[in-house]
């Protein structure tokens, strides 16, 4: 009952983990923190992301959660690993002895960390990376825990995804305004540029473009020293306002 309990909580939490305007690593480690409060015998987790160039977790509810991880990306060799790539959950209670990974077992061991549960993170067709729950104790995790676990993963996964779609729609949006921005800046240079040349805006922006080159600077910092020249000019000029 208290273990139902637990995961319930952790389900209700991930339910309303994207109802807001937090930041995405801060809905990332909240499911790991959900995680530790959801499955029994759990002193930390962490996610691994697959949409990097290498698999790594990106947020950890513990630090050696991160050093464990660490450690079996650098070798290869790991529960995490097996797990994404069998699309199964991986599990062992005595890390130091574990056949399976023959490195990654003995020195994650020597840390004191001998009992880990690797929860795979599925989407139809599509694996978006792992929840990886350890403890320090050896055995653990048992069958109710990897019940739970194998539960609260399969919403994790969809947060997960949900979570990664709105970081990118952030990262479109925060570059959206900085084009914007910089569009706006070269635009004010430009009709300086033709207010004093008496050229054309094609002409105005060949000599942008031309003097970018020459100075080795980009065109759009090149703008926005034209525009700030121009404003302190004109208040040198004319005295603030």
Same mark, same amino acid.
């Given at each position: 009952m208290?273990?139902?309990v637990?995961?319930?909580?952790?389900?209700a939490g991930?339910? +309303?983990?994207?109802?807001?305007?937090?930041?995405?690593?801060?809905?990332?480690?909240?499911i790991?923190?959900?995680?530790?409060? @959801?499955?029994?015998g759990?002193?930390?987790?962490?996610?691994? !992301?697959?949409?990097?160039?290498?698999?790594?977790? $990106?947020?950890a509810?513990?630090?050696?959660?991160?050093?464990?991880?660490d450690?079996?990306?650098?070798?290869?060799?790991?529960?995490c690993?097996?797990?994404?790539?069998?699309?199964?959950?991986?599990t062992? +209670?005595?890390?130091?002895?574990?056949?399976?990974?023959?490195?990654?077992?003995?020195? $994650? +061991?020597?840390?004191?960390?001998?009992?880990?549960?690797?929860?795979?993170?599925?989407?139809?067709?599509?694996?978006v990376?792992?929840?990886n $729950?350890?403890?320090?104790?050896?055995? @653990?995790? +048992?069958?109710?825990?990897?019940?739970?676990g194998?539960?609260?993963?399969?919403?994790a996964? $969809?947060?997960?995804?949900n979570?990664?779609?709105?970081?990118?729609?952030?990262?479109? @949006?925060a570059?959206?305004?900085?084009a914007?921005?910089?569009?706006?800046?070269?635009?004010?240079?430009?009709?300086?540029? !033709?207010?004093?040349?008496?050229?054309?805006?094609?002409?105005?922006?060949?000599?942008l473009?031309?003097?970018s080159q020459?100075e080795?600077?980009r065109?759009?910092d090149?703008?926005?020293?034209?525009?700030?020249e121009?404003?302190?000019?004109?208040?040198?000029?004319?005295?603030?306002?």
């Amino acid at each position: 009952m208290a273990d139902d309990v637990g995961l319930s909580a952790g389900l209700a939490g991930l339910a +309303g983990l994207l109802t807001g305007q937090r930041p995405v690593r801060d809905v990332l480690t909240s499911i790991a923190d959900y995680a530790v409060g @959801a499955i029994p015998g759990a002193e930390g987790a962490g996610l691994t !992301m697959l949409d990097l160039p290498q698999p790594q977790t $990106v947020v950890a509810s513990a630090d050696f959660v991160r050093q464990v991880d660490d450690i079996q990306y650098a070798l290869g060799e790991g529960p995490c690993l097996l797990a994404v790539a069998t699309r199964s959950t991986q599990t062992s +209670g005595s890390l130091g002895g574990e056949a399976r990974w023959p490195r990654f077992g003995p020195r $994650v +061991g020597r840390l004191g960390v001998h009992s880990v549960l690797s929860l795979p993170l599925l989407l139809p067709g599509e694996v978006v990376g792992a929840l990886n $729950v350890y403890a320090r104790p050896k055995h @653990a995790f +048992g069958d109710e825990a990897v019940r739970i676990g194998e539960l609260f993963a399969t919403p994790a996964a $969809v947060s997960v995804h949900n979570a990664q779609v709105l970081g990118e729609s952030q990262r479109l @949006a925060a570059q959206l305004t900085a084009a914007l921005s910089s569009r706006a800046v070269i635009d004010q240079a430009l009709g300086i540029v !033709m207010s004093r040349t008496g050229s054309g805006p094609a002409e105005a922006l060949d000599r942008l473009r031309a003097r970018s080159q020459a100075e080795h600077v980009r065109v759009t910092d090149l703008a926005q020293s034209i525009v700030d020249e121009a404003v302190r000019t004109a208040r040198a000029r004319h005295g603030e306002f």
